[in-house]
T-cell receptor
Framework: GQNIDQPTEMTATEGAIVQINCTYQ??????LFWYQQHAGEAPTFLSY????GLEEKGRFSSFLSRSKGYSYLLLKELQMKDSASYLC???????????FGTGTRLQVFP | GEEVAQTPKHLVRGEGQKAKLYCAPI?????VFWYQQVLKNEFKFLIS????????ETGMPKERFSAKCLPNSPCSLEIQATKLEDSAVYFC??????????FGPGTRLTVL
């Protein structure tokens, strides 16, 4: 079966660092994606991991451990505009579709 | 275009009526995906196309849902005889290859 877990909600302070975890169990693995979605808007692509390790892109980094079925998204120097939902999505093997987690709603406070 | 375009932005239908949603993928992208997002961010994959060919339709409720991607036309998702539980935001995404998917703004369908 397919199962992707991430925390429902998180809060953090402006300027801080926050880590959003995602664990997955899917039928095969062919990449993990992180998307950001502001309320009422389309998801926007943040990162893609297919090999183990850390991918850094500005203030955002994403980590993957395939053996543990685990990923995290790290957001540094938080800004108010980072308040959004963060969606973890896995692409199972032999398909192009994405299986999404339920998303983590992050609120950044001043 | 440089963005995925979806129309209409909002659609209201009475239960039992037909609903048709449209998606224009980014020019040059050969993969198109439809997802349904209900409350609490639950995204559900519906169907994918590679050009005009159905690639994966494992998420489609086949009795009432159908989709097409014809050459030189927007892709479409049609729901016959809508039900209350079809109320959701329907997102279309496109990609040039099976990696990053670019999402459109979505169509909010409300079934009354």
């Amino acid at each position: 079966g397919q199962n992707i877990d991430q925390p429902t909600e998180m809060t953090a302070t402006e300027g801080a660092i926050v880590q959003i975890n995602c664990t997955y169990q899917t039928s095969g693995f062919n990449g993990l994606f992180w998307y950001q979605q502001h309320a009422g808007e389309a998801p926007t692509f943040l990162s893609y991991n297919v090999l183990d390790g850390l991918e850094e892109k500005g203030r955002f980094s994403s980590f993957l451990s395939r053996s543990k079925g685990y990923s995290y998204l790290l957001l540094k120097e938080l800004q108010m505009k980072d308040s959004a939902s963060y969606l973890c999505a896995v692409r199972p093997f032999n398909t192009d579709k994405l299986i999404f987690g339920t998303g983590t709603r992050l609120q950044v406070f001043p | 275009g440089e963005e995925v375009a979806q129309t209409p932005k909002h659609l209201v239908r009475g239960e039992g009526q037909k609903a048709k949603l449209y998606c224009a993928p980014i020019k040059g992208h050969s993969y198109v995906f439809w997802y349904q997002q209900v409350l609490k961010n639950e995204f559900k994959f519906l169907i994918s196309f590679q050009n005009e060919n159905v690639f994966d339709e494992t998420g489609m409720p086949k009795e009432r849902f159908s989709a097409k991607c014809l050459p030189n036309s927007p892709c479409s998702l049609e729901i016959q005889a809508t039900k209350l539980e079809d109320s959701a935001v329907y997102f279309c995404a496109s990609s040039p290859q099976p990696n990053e998917q670019f999402f459109g703004p979505g169509t909010r369908l409300t079934v009354l």
